[in-house]
Structures are given as structure tokens and as C-alpha cells.
């Protein structure tokens, strides 16, 4: 598994397209694909799956546990949402503190993690 994160439109998708030498019939957005087919798939903007699962009374937490324990050769691209000001409205709060520490969890069983600023990623893990 591959975690990707950086900030909004920093070229995280052609990064992960160009190092990975995949095209863009590997990508799902904002959803869990229902089957790999044994080829690596590319979780886009996962960051807003993880808020539509909140929204529906969903637990993310337990969804990407068990996608991951059957696909764990995917790459995962969210945007970082913890920087900047704390949101007045708590689903906002909440929101970002889950996805926070999903990815922590996500980045911690990761064989790579890598942030991505202006199309260029620095390996962190």
C-alpha cells in the first residue's frame, strides 16, 4: 500500500500516474472500488469518501480496515485537511479529526508515504 497526501491541487494524481507507471483506468474517485481484478487501483480524493461516509451514518474506519486486508496493493491520494483554521461546526471538526487519524493509521501500515507540493513528491516514509 501507498499513501499520497498534499494540499489541493498539487498534482498528487500525476504524480502517483507518472511514478507508478499506471493510467487512469486505474482510478477511482471518492469510492472503495468493488474489485481490483488483481491490478493496483488508485483511491482519488479520498478524502471526500471518508467525509460522504460521515455524512451517511457510515464508519470509514471500518470500510478501509477491511478493503485494505483484501487489497492491500493500492494507492491511496487524499488532500491534508488538519492545516489551518479549527471549523466553527462540529461535523467539520469531527470530519477532520477522523480523516486525520485515518490517514495516520493508513500512513503507519504504509510500505511508502509521499507529500506532493507543486507536482514534485518528497518520500516521508
Not at 44 to 73: M, T
Request: charged letters at 25%; glycine letters at 10%; proline letters at 3%.
Amino acid at each position: 500500500m501507498k499513501l499520497i497526501i498534499g494540499g489541493y491541487a498539487q498534482g498528487k494524481l500525476n504524480y502517483a500516474l507518472q511514478n507508478y507507471h499506471l493510467t487512469e483506468g486505474a482510478v477511482t474517485d471518492a469510492a472503495l472500488p468493488e474489485e481490483n481484478n488483481g491490478q493496483t487501483v488508485i483511491i482519488y480524493h479520498f478524502h471526500r469518501w471518508v467525509r460522504a461516509c460521515i455524512e451517511q451514518g457510515k464508519q470509514p474506519e471500518e470500510l478501509i480496515r477491511d478493503y485494505l486486508s483484501r487489497n492491500p496493493d493500492c494507492i491511496i491520494i487524499s488532500d491534508e485537511v488538519g492545516n489551518g483554521i479549527v471549523p466553527l461546526e462540529s461535523f467539520e471538526r469531527e470530519y477532520r479529526e477522523r480523516l486525520g487519524r485515518l490517514l495516520t493509521e493508513i500512513a503507519g501500515q504504509s510500505e511508502e508515504v509521499v507529500r506532493v507540493i507543486c507536482g514534485i513528491g518528497q518520500r516521508i516514509k
